[in-house]
């Protein structure tokens, strides 16, 4: 059984806040430590790859954020990817529109990212069992069994208005490759073009799986989870203090 994992998007920095409520150069022009990425990278391997033993994984990386190309790929090792900056594609992102520039940027991201895997595919004679497409900030503390999932569904985290992961086949992932320039919501782009209802599975937002910038309001403040229960992913405490958002 093999799996594809496709990182994608805009790596997150600490007390950063929301991305989409600012102008499109604040990426680039915000100062502020980023995040303890290896501790996303722990929490991945942990709760996703040994969690899945029958199954081999080729990870593939699109990012926003090309002064951590090689830290990112020496850590994740990927079998393809792109590191770009997002202000090259600022005119096409303002055309197409949905919700706001960063949902829409996200959208562009993910294509991207499924794109790389697309064209490994190809040249390597490969078809994914699941292609799993997860944001390189977001830490995940439980185990995501992939046996659980219906090949023939398309899943989200939680809710069906959430972001953090989608799991998906392949060829479903290869329709989901065109959804940038429709001003759809994932919802409506999943119901609409490809008449699948998009489905949460039981990976909740701060109880199992948080935005790592919203780790301590979100999750240890919220809901009550033991600050020492992130040590494993290698996060100390002077870290977790500062993760509150902004």
Known sequence: MKCAICLRGCMDRIKSGHYHDKPPNEIYNNNNEYINYFSVYNSIIKHIIETNKDFSFDIFIQSWNPDLEISLNNLYKPKAFLYENQLLYENIIKKNIIRNYGYTAQQLGIVKSINLMIEYSKMNNIIYDYVIIYRPDV????????????????????????????????????????????????????????????????????????????????????HNIPKENFYKYGLIDKEIELLTHK
Request: net charge positive.
């Open 139 to 222: 830490i995940l503390y439980k185990d995501l069994y992939l046996y659980n999932y219906n090949k023939d569904k398309i899943y989200v985290n939680d809710s069906i208005n959430e972001d953090f992961h989608f799991i998906m086949n392949f060829n479903n992932a290869i329709d989901f490759s065109n959804l940038f320039g429709k001003k759809l919501s994932f919802l409506n782009y999943v119901k609409n073009y490809m008449k699948i209802n998009l489905t949460p599975d039981d990976i909740k937002c701060g109880l199992h799986q948080e935005v790592l910038r919203k780790l301590k309001l979100c999750a240890i403040d919220r």
